[in-house]
């Protein structure tokens, strides 16, 4: 998360933004933009070499998804970047599976990412693999789902997934471990 806001400025602006403040949405813009580059640089680094979906692409779709939370009361930067990586999760879900309706011929709607590219074929079946993994591991322990989304969707750090999680840097390192281990069991039995 960016070090040049302090916690207390961005949370203040969500705060004020909650209560309808536009100037604080267009002071907390920029610094959310980054944030979400970087998140989503992060994800699209693990593609595989010429893919063709966009950085720029992920962020304009989660930050207008993010925009758009009414209904949300932000607490505090941690609890927006958490939200952040799960909206980012979604919007990547959702076009690979769209990827792969297409590529089965299926006449589905496309979210607005598929405009960008195609993500490939093998990429798309190990994300979905992944998520549907991942709910399943969600209901035998939600907080190591929630580290991995948050690591692995999010691209958080040790240090911003415990901040998030409100535990212990050495709890993630802990419940990080675990996960990855579990989920590969899960991926690589089908189960």
């Known amino acids: 998360m960016s070090s040049s806001s302090s916690t207390s400025d961005i949370t203040g602006l969500?705060?004020?933004?909650c209560e309808?403040?536009?100037?604080?949405?267009e002071a907390l813009a920029p610094i959310v933009e980054k944030e979400l580059r970087r998140l989503a640089h992060h994800y699209l680094q693990q593609e595989h070499p010429g893919h063709t979906l966009q950085t720029t692409a992920v962020i304009n779709e989660a930050y207008l998804r993010l925009i758009n939370q009414n209904r949300v009361r932000w607490q505090n930067r941690a609890h927006f970047y958490g939200i952040a990586a799960r909206i980012m999760r979604r919007i990547l879900l959702?076009?690979?599976r769209d990827q792969k309706r297409i590529k089965r011929g299926g006449g589905a709607l496309q979210v607005s990412l598929s405009e960008v590219g195609i993500m490939t074929s093998e990429k798309s079946s190990e994300l979905i693999a992944l998520d549907e993994a991942l709910e399943r591991l969600a209901i035998i322990d939600e907080r190591k789902a929630r580290v991995?989304?948050?690591r692995y969707f999010g691209g958080l750090s040790v240090e911003e997934t415990a901040e998030v999680l409100n535990v212990s840097e050495a709890t993630i390192n802990r419940e990080w471990k675990m996960a990855r281990a579990m989920l590969a069991r899960e991926i690589r039995h089908g189960v």
């Open 94 to 96: 959702n076009y690979a």
């Open 14 to 17: 969500l705060i004020d933004w």
């Open 20 to 25: 309808g403040d536009q100037d604080a949405l």
């Open 148 to 150: 991995v989304e948050l």
